[in-house]
């Protein structure tokens, strides 16, 4: 399952001096490959839906807190989607 690449504006906020250029921060953790050729790390919910998403096993929002990742973990077991 293909995405759009949500992150091509914060390539845009990071690669100039604008300090000004601010993403929340559910979106600045879209693009895991990029975080980490930058030495970010998300946390390791994210991580793991991120793979979970990969593999086509997960359509929903990337969590960013245990919180959001039980409850996204609890309806992708009970089958109600994701």
Known sequence: MSRPSPISPIR???STA????ALPLRES???LAF???HD????????L???LRERGLYDGTLPLT????????QRLL?????
């Open 78 to 82: 009970a089958g109600e989607g994701n």
């Open 12 to 14: 845009s906020c990071w």
């Open 29 to 31: 953790f879209e693009d």
């Open 40 to 47: 970010v790390s998300p946390p390791q919910v994210t991580t």
């Open 18 to 21: 604008d300090k000004s250029c």
């Open 35 to 37: 975080l980490a050729r």
């Open 66 to 73: 245990d919180d959001e990742g039980i409850a996204a973990g």
């Open 49 to 51: 839906f991120a793979l």
